[in-house]
C-alpha cells in the first residue's frame, strides 16, 4: 500500500465505549498529525508528531488519548466521548515539520458518529 | 486572533473557468497552500505559494499578493470531477498552519 491509510472509516459508539483509531503511512516521513473536520468549519489540529515524539497538543480535552509507537503508525485513542465529538478525523503525514514549503499528505479520514 | 476567509459555496458551468478567492490575517507569512478535497475522500495537495505572482498547474493556477492578504484558485475548462472542496492554508511566522473553513464548488453540466 501506498500514501496514507486509516481505519475504521466509519465509527460508530455510545458514549461510554472505548475505540481506536488507527492510522499508517508508508511515505518514509518523519512527523504525523491528527486533524478534527467539521460540517464547515476550518480543519482543527489535534496533536503533532515529529520523530515519534509528541510535539503538540492544541488544548484537546483528555478523552482523546494520541499514541505514536514509530514513525509509521499513530493512533487516536477514544473513550467517554460527547456527542459534539463526532466528526470526520482526519491523519497525516509530512516529510519534516517546521518547514514552509512541506506539504501534508492526508488519509481519507475515519467518520465518528457519537451516540 | 488569525483568519482566514474564503466562500462557503460557488456553483459554475462545465468547461467555464471559476476563481475562488482567499483572503488571510494571520501572525507572520511563510507560505500559502491549496487542497482539493473530493467527498469522502483525503485532502490532495493543488499548489503552494510563497512569493508574489502567479503559479500554473495545467488547468489549475494560484495567485498571490501578500501586501493584500490576498490568493485565489483558478480553474479553467471545468470539469465535472472538478467538483469538490477546496481548502485554503496560511502558515504563520510559528510555521503553523491555519485553515480556511473550505469553499465547496458544484459544476453543472
Known amino acids: 500500500e501506498t500514501g496514507v491509510t486509516q481505519t475504521p472509516r466509519h465509527l460508530v459508539m455510545g458514549m461510554t465505549n472505548k475505540k481506536s483509531l488507527k492510522c499508517e503511512q508508508h511515505l518514509g516521513h518523519n512527523a504525523m498529525y491528527w486533524y478534527k473536520q467539521s460540517a464547515k468549519k476550518p480543519l482543527e489540529l489535534m496533536f503533532v508528531?515529529?520523530?515519534?515524539?509528541?510535539?503538540e497538543n492544541n488544548s484537546v480535552p483528555s478523552r482523546f488519548s494520541p499514541e505514536c509507537p514509530n514513525s509509521s503508525h499513530l493512533f487516536l485513542h477514544l473513550h467517554t466521548l460527547q456527542p459534539e465529538d463526532s466528526a470526520l478525523y482526519l491523519c497525516?503525514?509530512?516529510?519534516?515539520?517546521?518547514?514552509?514549503?512541506?506539504?501534508?499528505?492526508f488519509g481519507a479520514g475515519s467518520r465518528l458518529t457519537v451516540l | 486572533g488569525q483568519n482566514i476567509d474564503q466562500p462557503t459555496e460557488m456553483t459554475a458551468t462545465e468547461g467555464a473557468i471559476v476563481q475562488i478567492n482567499c483572503t488571510y490575517q494571520t501572525s507572520g507569512f511563510n507560505g500559502l497552500f491549496w487542497y482539493q478535497q473530493h467527498a469522502g475522500e483525503a485532502p490532495t495537495f493543488l499548489s503552494y505559494n510563497v512569493l508574489d505572482g502567479l503559479e500554473e498547474k495545467g488547468r489549475f493556477s494560484s495567485f498571490l499578493s501578500r501586501s493584500k492578504g490576498y490568493s485565489y484558485l483558478l480553474l479553467k475548462e471545468l470539469q465535472m470531477k472538478d467538483s469538490a472542496s477546496y481548502l485554503c492554508?496560511?502558515?504563520?511566522?510559528?510555521?503553523?498552519?491555519?485553515w480556511g473553513a473550505g469553499t465547496k464548488l458544484i459544476i453543472k453540466p
Open positions: 492554508a496560511v502558515k504563520d511566522s510559528n510555521y503553523q498552519l491555519i
Open positions: 508528531y515529529s520523530l515519534e515524539e509528541r510535539v
Open positions: 497525516a503525514s509530512s516529510q519534516g515539520e517546521d518547514s514552509g514549503a512541506n506539504v501534508l499528505t
